[in-house]
C-alpha cells in the first residue's frame, strides 16, 4: 500500500511538472501586444442633471471622452483583428451605480450572459440595443441589490442606455477577437499572440477608429501606440 501511495505521488509530481512545462513552451510560443491609446481631443464638459437629482446629482462627469493631462485616452477597445481569444471569458457585470453604467465600456464574447445590477435608490433600466437599433434585452432594476443576467448575441458595437435617465450609456464590444479596454492611462495588453503581422483595430464611442500595424514575435512583448483623433 505504502509503494503504491509513493508511485501515485511521484506519478502525480511529474504530471505536474508536465504541465508547467508545457505552459512555459506555450508562453514563449506567443508573444505579447502593449501600447497605449492618445488623442488630440480635449475632455467634454460635465453632463447637467434634471431627473432624480436627489439620487443622481446635479451634474456628473461627461465619460463621452476621458483623456488625462497627457493625451491618454481611456475606454478605447483594441481589437486583434482575426485572432480568436484564448480561454474562456471574464464574467461580465453592468452595474448602475450613482446613476452611471460602470464599467462604461467592455468587450464581451458573443452569447455570453451579462448580469446587471442596481446600486442606486432610484429605478434604473439596463437596456441593450444592437448597432441596427434592435433591442437585445431590456432589464429594469426598481431597488438596489437586484441582480438579472442576459445573453448577448452576435458579434457587434451595443450600446446600453437607461430609459429613466437618458445621459446614461455604456457600450460593449461583442467579438470573438482578442480585445481589451484602454485604462485611464491609455494603456492596453493583449497577451497570448500568436506570431505574426497584424492590424489592431481601435474602436472609441465618440472619436470613431484607427488602425495599426503591428509585428508580434515568439516570447517577446511588441509596443505601440495609436492615434485616435477628433473625426472631420
Known sequence: MVRRRVAFGVVVAVLGLAFVAAGEAAAQAT???TGVVTTTAAARPPVRITTDTAACGRQ???ESVVVN???QLANAVVTLTGVRARGEAPELTIANDGCRFVPRVQVARPGQVVRTVSRDTVLHTTTAVDAAGRQIFNIALPVPGLTIARPLGDPGIVRVVCQMHPWMLGWLMVTSDVSAVSDAEGRFRLPDVPP???TLRVWHETLGESTASVTVRAGQTATVAVAVNERR
Open 31 to 33: 508573444g505579447t501586444i
Open 60 to 62: 456628473l462627469p461627461n
Open 69 to 71: 493631462a497627457g493625451g
Open 196 to 198: 505574426g503581422t497584424y
